[in-house]
Nanobody, 115 residues
Framework: QVQLVESGGGLVQAGGSLRLSCAAS????????LGWYRQAPGTQRELVAT???????NYADSMKGRFTISRDNNKNTVSLQMSNLKPDDTAVYYC?????????WGQGTQVTVSS
C-alpha cells in the first residue's frame, strides 16, 4: 500500500523559511521520481518541484532559487526547503509519486505565509 505522509507546514511571516518533509512507503523508493505540488484555494494544483531517483531536479519557474527539493533514499523521505516565502506561496503542499500510470498523493500540509 502506497503511503505518503507530509509534515512541516505551518504559519510563517513573509521572508521566512520552512522545511517540508514527506515520508514514503509501499513502493521501491530509490528508483522513482517524487514531486511536490501545491494548491491554493480556488486554484488548480500546480507543480512545485520534482526529483528523480538519481537526484535530477526540476522546478516551477516561480520557485527557482527559493525552493530546494532533496531526497534521502536511505530514509525514504523527500524534503522541500522553502526560503524567502511570499504570501502567494500560501497553499496546501502535497507530496506525489506516479507508479504504473497511477498518481498517488499525500494528505497535504498547510503552509500559510503572512504579510
Amino acid at each position: 500500500q502506497v503511503q505518503l505522509v507530509e509534515s512541516g507546514g505551518g504559519l510563517v511571516q513573509a521572508g521566512g523559511s520552512l522545511r517540508l518533509s514527506c515520508a514514503a512507503s509501499g513502493f521501491i523508493f530509490p528508483i522513482n521520481t517524487l514531486g511536490w505540488y501545491r494548491q491554493a484555494p480556488g486554484t488548480q494544483r500546480e507543480l512545485v518541484a520534482t526529483i528523480s531517483g538519481g537526484g535530477s531536479t526540476n522546478y516551477a519557474d516561480s520557485m527557482k532559487g527559493r525552493f530546494t527539493i532533496s531526497r534521502d533514499n536511505n530514509k525514504n523521505t523527500v524534503s522541500l526547503q522553502m526560503s524567502n516565502l511570499k504570501p502567494d506561496d500560501t497553499a496546501v503542499y502535497y507530496c506525489s509519486v506516479q507508479l504504473r500510470g497511477l498518481t498517488y498523493w499525500g494528505q497535504g500540509t498547510q503552509v500559510t505565509v503572512s504579510s
